[in-house]
């Protein structure tokens, strides 16, 4: 092993990939910092599993070498010297553990036969490795993260049908990224709570809670709430800053946008992201947040708007917290801009046990902002997220390759309107189908007002929802985020 002390394990500031400490871009591997990340997860984890102190991790130090210790039978010969390099100072995992929620053991193998489009230009080596594998209880199919042995880089299809997503290399080079930035963000998200440690599930909590070997998902954590609402203040100042001093409202600077009892009103569930995310924020002194959406600034207004708060819960929930509902958060500022209830929404909005669903398409539903609608009892799950619902459906130009996009770089495509500023299909550091998290789509409006794409007047950013539109008319990269988890 390359570290032999408990301060080796568990010291790894100046591994992780930053703004100010990159990950390496000359081509090669940086295999003794990717060892150490990958050993300060299962050193964690490991701690927390079976309730261990700092001072006993050296016990993982004594675990057999992974190459000596392989039962798969591929041969080492067909790796890349740094690969083994890395593989030589890494501690494999146990089976009961796993390396984050999303992929398990070290399972090393070649994918070759995977890459039709990206051909293998070595001799005696494989292109591509299966370095961890996807939890099988996942799905079925599963790949896991891959390496690229010439580039050097990786991507984490865990599925054979995620390949689409991330080949040919040369049109998703964004998604292929240095093995250091992959680990980095796996442990950010356990930093932040996102995911955690655990002790083994009883049957009972089995039934709720989503757990993939020793890590499991939670449906949002207290830093996610720190985050956005940060995000968010950030963006009233940025707004704030570029109007005249006697047009910002009179609003109390430090006065939060709720109180717990407006919320009550509004049957926003007692303990959830959106509640704790709506009484931190501070009052905006402006009306305008984004071209056509309104700040909330009537607590009967916006009460009045929720259409999937305080609706009857199904029989099924094991709990009153179990369904979390979406949220209207800002609203089209013009009333008349609304969408028929149709199946786009019924599939986003409504689980399929929730029946009879009390909406049909000759109800008319608000658009705006909306929060991400979740059971937490399911995996993968972005409480944190949200839904931009427009009056309008994308629609690129037949042919178009200039339409919106997702931040995976798939277009967005024909008759959806609540893809905008999505992830799409492929996440960069695993999973699936979860909402892009609000703290994003915050920083990235506040982007657009700093760089002039969105001007602010009187009341705040001026336009009309119809602005959204452009993402298909050229300026998609306007309304795109980039690859994140």
Partial sequence: MSYTSSEGLLDIEAALVSPSNPARADGTLDYE???RLHNYLIAYGWMVRHEKGPHEVDELLHRPNFLDNSQSGYSPDRLHPAVIAFLNAVIPPKGDEGICYFVGDLAVQSADEYFI???NHFENIDRFVIIYRTYYELGSQCLGLVYDQELHRAAVPLFIGSLDSVEPIVDHEDLWMPLETILTNWIHMVRIGKVTACL???EEESEEMSQNGMWRWQSYSPTQVDTAVAAMNRLSDSIEVRMSPESLSSAHRDKPLFTDEELDVASIPKSCFIRSFLTRIRTPHFKYIAPGLEVPHDAAAFSARQRFTGLSRSPDDASEDQY???????????????????????SLFFRLGDDPVPYSE???????LYSEPVDRTWGNIAEEGFRLV??????????????????DGSLIGRQTFTRLFQHGIYYPFGGEHRAQRLERLLDRWRELVENGQWTVGRDGVE?????????DRGAWRDYWIPPGW
Avoid: W, Y
Avoid at 362 to 368: E, H, L, S, T
């Fill in 33 to 35: 910092r990717c060892a």
């Fill in 117 to 119: 489009h990206d051909k």
């Fill in 200 to 202: 083994p599930l009883d």
């Fill in 324 to 346: 979390i509902p979406a949220v209207l958060i800002f609203a089209s500022a013009d009333s008349t801009r609304t969408l028929s209830f149709n199946d786009e929404l019924k």
């Fill in 362 to 368: 000759r109800d008319a539903i608000p658009v705006g």
């Fill in 390 to 407: 427009l009056p309008f459906h994308q629609q690129p130009g037949r042919g178009s390759n200039v339409g919106a996009r997702h931040s």
């Fill in 463 to 471: 336009g009309i929802i119809d602005t959204f539109r452009d993402a």
